[in-house]
C-alpha cells in the first residue's frame, strides 16, 4: 500500500527567501507525482505533475524534482512571496500489476506554508 | 476552459434529509472523482467514473450514491448521512490516465450534517 509522507508539517519564512518542501513515498511503483496548492477552504490547484521517466519539471519559481529509486521529490520555491501562503500537497499516481494506472492519487497530509512580509 | 464547478457550495442538511451535489466540466474529460476532505486532512477518493461507468468505490457507505448521467456530469446523491460525514467534498476530472493526466479540482462542497 503507497504511503506519502511530507515533511515539514508546517513552515514560516519571511518574504523573499528560497525554500523546499519534502515528499516521500513508499513504493517506487509510480505513475506520476503531481503538487498541488490549496488554499483554505478550497479547491486544489495543481502546480506541477512529473512523470516516472522524468527528473524534474519547472513553472516560474517552482521547481520539482523527482528521484523514483529513493521514493523522494522536493519542490523548491524561489523568492517566496506572502501570496505563496497555503497548503501543500504531494500525490503520487501508482501503477497496478499490469503497469497501467487506475487514476488514484495517494496524498500526503501537506505542509502548510505561510511567508510572512 | 480549465474549470470543474461544483453546486452548491454550503449544504447544510438533517440526518433524514435526501440531498444531491453536482459537478460539471465541458474539459472532455472522460473520467471524473469524488473526493471528501476532513479539515486539516488530505483528499480521500471515494468513487472514479471512466467513460461513465463507476471503475473505483473506495468502500464508501451506502448512504452515498453517485452518478455520471453524461460526460459532463457527477452527481453525488446523499440520504441518511451522520454527523461525521460534514466534510468538503471536492470533484475532480481528467483525461483517462495518460502519463501526462493532470486532475482539475472543483472548490469543493462544504457540507454539515446536523
Known amino acids: 500500500k503507497q504511503e506519502v509522507t511530507q515533511i515539514p508539517a508546517a513552515l514560516s519564512v519571511p518574504e523573499g527567501e528560497n525554500l523546499v518542501l519534502n515528499c516521500s513515498f513508499t513504493d517506487s511503483a509510480i505513475y506520476n507525482l503531481q503538487w498541488f496548492r490549496q488554499d483554505p477552504g478550497k479547491g486544489l490547484t495543481s502546480l506541477l505533475l512529473i512523470q516516472s521517466s522524468q527528473r524534474e519539471q519547472t513553472s516560474g519559481r517552482l521547481n520539482a524534482s523527482l528521484d523514483k529509486s529513493s521514493g523522494r521529490s522536493t519542490l523548491y520555491i524561489a523568492a517566496s512571496q506572502p501570496g505563496d501562503s497555503a497548503t501543500y500537497l504531494c500525490a503520487v499516481r501508482s501503477t497496478n500489476a499490469g503497469g497501467t494506472s487506475y487514476g488514484k492519487l495517494t496524498f500526503g497530509q501537506g505542509t502548510i506554508l505561510t511567508v510572512h512580509p | 476552459d480549465t474549470e470543474v464547478t461544483q453546486t452548491p457550495k454550503h449544504l447544510v442538511m438533517g440526518m433524514t434529509n435526501k440531498k444531491s451535489l453536482k459537478c460539471e466540466q465541458h474539459?472532455?474529460?472522460?473520467?471524473m472523482y469524488w473526493y471528501k476532505q476532513k479539515a486539516k486532512k488530505p483528499p480521500e477518493l471515494m468513487f472514479v467514473y471512466s467513460y461513465e461507468k463507476l471503475s473505483i468505490n473506495e468502500s464508501v457507505p451506502s448512504r452515498f450514491s453517485p452518478e455520471c448521467p453524461n460526460s459532463s456530469l457527477l452527481n453525488l446523491h446523499l440520504h441518511a448521512l451522520q454527523p461525521e460525514d460534514s466534510a468538503l467534498y471536492l470533484c475532480a476530472s481528467s483525461q483517462v490516465w495518460t502519463i501526462q493526466e493532470t486532475q482539475y479540482f472543483g472548490p469543493g462542497t462544504r457540507l454539515l450534517v446536523l
Open positions: 474539459m472532455g474529460h472522460r473520467a
